[in-house]
């Protein structure tokens, strides 16, 4: 479901860098499928190396001005990536653009709104006092601003995305559609 809804994008210009993190689930195989079957799809595999080295592997991989994340449980809407590059695009003391985000059960059920916070002030705002912060797997940021504040360190095994957020935040300002 996570490929399908980023192989239906209103936005078709884009490559698609998958981390394999050393599954034993199958993943491999359905990666392969779809790699063979759309040449924007690559896979990148290691064997376990945990979120913030794959992170920091597809980053040091991509070839492109932009930087969107997703996971592998995340579903995207069909516009979210020409909706955010457009937003990147016409605003360019943003660093970076999320969305909102419901939450949806294994059948893909909503059962919740994850919290998200609209305006550069109240997402700053939220970032410092942790009440809120961006979705991760929802973002898009510029690869030059992601690269200037040094990416994910990966010191930081969980929460890597509050720590880039935050350094980020020291340059430039994030929001969220």
Do not use: K
């Not at 860098?17 to 063979?36: F, N, P």
């Not at 001005?65 to 695009?89: H, K, N, W």
């Not at 939450?103 to 700053?124: D, H, K, M």
């Amino acid at each position: 479901a996570a490929l399908d809804s980023i192989l239906a994008q209103t936005f078709v210009s884009f490559e698609v860098l998958a981390v394999d993190d050393g599954s034993t689930d199958g993943t491999a195989a359905i990666l392969q499928r779809y790699a063979a079957r759309d040449p924007r799809i690559h896979i990148l595999s290691s064997e376990a190396i945990g979120t913030t080295r794959a992170l920091s592997l597809a980053a040091s991989r991509a070839e492109c001005e932009y930087l969107a994340r997703q996971d592998a449980d995340d579903v995207s809407m069909p516009p979210r990536l020409e909706r955010q590059l457009a937003v990147l695009q016409a605003r360019p003391w943003l660093c970076a653009i999320g969305t909102a985000a419901t939450v949806i059960n294994q059948s893909g059920v909503t059962v919740g709104q994850f919290p998200t916070l609209y305006g550069t002030t109240a997402v700053r705002d939220g970032l410092r006092r942790a009440r809120a912060t961006p979705v991760h797997g929802s973002m898009m940021m510029r690869r030059a601003a992601f690269e200037a504040v040094g990416g994910y360190r990966l010191a930081f095994a969980a929460a890597q995305d509050f720590d880039l957020w935050l350094r980020l935040l020291e340059r430039w300002d994030i929001d969220n559609l």
